[in-house]
């Protein structure tokens, strides 16, 4: 949108902040009037899509269950280290032959 004055031409982005809800306004009313328009797909679901969902399924859990492990992993060690407990990887483990003296 431009908007120009006698002595400049002010271009206006999204990020402006006059220009926000307008874009709200135009996103909501094309969610709105989209599915009214759509039309009906025939299209055939065959057996390897459910094989498909599964693996996307377990994949969604694996990957939230590890990334559930590195934040409870970073929680316990601030923790530890906040109450002077030293963790296991902040001391590093002996080698062999050293304690055998």
């Not at 316990?76 to 062999?96: I, N, V």
């Amino acid at each position: 949108m431009l908007l120009s004055d006698r002595r400049s031409v002010v271009c206006r982005d999204a990020t402006d902040p006059a220009v926000q809800p307008s874009i709200r306004k135009a996103v909501a009313l094309a969610g709105l009037l989209l599915p009214a328009v759509a039309a009906p797909a025939h299209a055939y679901i065959d057996p390897g899509v459910a094989s498909m969902i599964v693996q996307g399924v377990v994949a969604a859990i694996a990957a939230v269950s590890s990334a559930l492990y590195l934040v409870r992993a970073r929680i316990r060690r601030f923790f530890g280290r906040l109450l002077g407990r030293p963790a296991a990887t902040d001391q590093p483990a002996p080698r062999s032959g050293e304690n055998e003296r």
